[in-house]
Nanobody, 122 residues
Framework: VQLQAFGGGLVQAGGSLRLSCAAS????????MGWFRQAPGKEREFVAA???????VLYADSVKGRFTISRANANTVYLQMNSLKPEDTAVYYC?????????????????WGQGTEVTVSS
């Protein structure tokens, strides 16, 4: 399974970006797809996750109400990011976990994409 994340870029504080993640290699029905991020000098942290039918969705407290995760089909997931803050600056990674319920635990994710960089200027 290969995951490719794209859509990152430079945006001013208060702006919006939409990240996309496309999976290939197999159909990821029955998989949770999640987004994580890693800022310079920090550990990779959970952002959001969605299961195969959208019935199990999780967000980090820091993004709740500003970010929305959605799933177009088994192999495509989006992260709509609104009201961006400088502290959202990070490399964003998509990941897939062979599970029916979403999880925040990065160790449970089986596949990872290469990341896309998001920079929010103040």
């Amino acid at each position: 399974v290969q995951l490719q994340a794209f859509g990152g870029g430079l945006v001013q504080a208060g702006g919006s970006l939409r990240l996309s993640c496309a999976a290939s290699g197999r159909t990821l029905s029955g998989y949770v797809m999640g987004w994580f991020r890693q800022a310079p000098g920090k550990e990779r942290e959970f952002v959001a996750a969605i299961n195969w039918n959208g019935g199990s969705v999780l967000y980090a407290d820091s993004v709740k109400g500003r970010f929305t995760i959605s799933r177009a089909n088994a192999n495509t997931v989006y992260l709509q990011m609104n009201s961006l803050k400088p502290e959202d600056t990070a490399v964003y990674y998509c990941a897939a976990d062979r599970s029916y319920l979403s999880t925040r635990n990065r160790d449970e994710y089986d596949y990872w994409g290469q990341g896309t960089e998001v920079t929010v200027s103040s």
